[in-house]
């Protein structure tokens, strides 16, 4: 079984600074990384995601991520964030089993402020 | 091309009546999901499908029943609603290998609001 734990249910930040969304991960097998952002009311969009090779993974919005498999995490980063980026944020996982479910983390709200 | 869609958006129902959410994909996917979402707890699976004529149970399925009949389409039924069932619901499809190698990127409808007093 896989688990996801993102460290930060809220972060306000204020507009062009950088941010980082931080997520944690436990699982005995090989697993697929992703970033799921959802804008108000609306449902979820892929930002971006870890299938293998180079571990440092660039999104869209200019969002980027690495994998850091010794610490089992997957942090997401941006160098100057706009109020556009107001959000909810979740990391998952996939089990890469018959299934291809994903398991989310419980998402952080990014608050840009002006 | 709609991508996945939910029907409906909104529904009140009162505790005990019934209710099904259809959610349409127009992508050939083969991998078909329904997920709830509650507040801090992100999304859980309830029920998923692997492809036509196939349905299994996700983590929280109590409740509820699916049906994939046809590709396209995947349907939950709430039998006799409950308080506990007040959430949004979200729909998502993967293309399986039929999109080339595994990548289990979903892709997710609009979502559903639904109210049970």
């Known amino acids: 079984a896989q688990s996801v734990t993102q460290l930060d249910s809220q972060v306000p930040v204020f507009e062009e600074a950088p941010v980082e969304l931080r997520c944690n991960y436990s699982?005995?097998?090989?697993?697929?990384l992703f970033w799921y952002v959802q804008y108000p009311n609306q449902g979820l969009q892929l930002l971006l995601k870890?299938?293998?090779?180079?571990?440092l993974v660039k999104g869209i919005n200019g969002f980027e991520a690495e994998f850091n498999k010794s610490q089992t995490s997957f942090h997401l980063r941006k160098p100057s964030v706009h109020i556009s980026d107001t959000a909810e944020y979740f990391c998952?996982?996939?089990?890469?089993?018959?299934?291809?479910?994903?398991?989310f983390g419980s998402g952080t709200r990014l608050q840009v402020q002006p | 091309n709609a991508g996945v869609t939910q029907t409906p958006k909104f529904r009140v129902l009162k505790t005990g009546q019934s209710m099904t959410l259809l959610c349409a994909q127009d992508?050939?996917?083969?991998?078909m999901y329904w997920y709830r979402q509650d507040p801090g707890m992100g999304l859980r699976l309830i029920h998923y499908?692997?492809?036509?004529?196939?349905?299994a149970k996700g983590e929280v399925p109590d409740g509820y029943n699916v049906s994939r009949l046809k590709k396209q389409n995947f349907l939950l039924g709430l039998e006799s609603a409950a308080p506990s069932q007040t959430s949004v619901y979200f729909c998502?499809?993967?293309?399986?290998?039929?999109?080339?190698?595994?990548?289990?990127?979903?892709?997710f409808g609009p979502g559903t609001r639904l109210t049970v007093l």
């Open positions: 998952a996982v996939s089990d890469r089993t018959g299934r291809r479910a994903l398991t």
């Open positions: 699982s005995s097998v090989s697993v697929y």
């Open positions: 870890y299938l293998s090779g180079s571990t």
């Open positions: 992508m050939n996917h083969e991998y």
């Open positions: 499908s692997v492809g036509e004529g196939t349905t």
């Open positions: 998502a499809s993967s293309p399986g290998l039929a999109g080339g190698p595994w990548t289990d990127t979903q892709y």
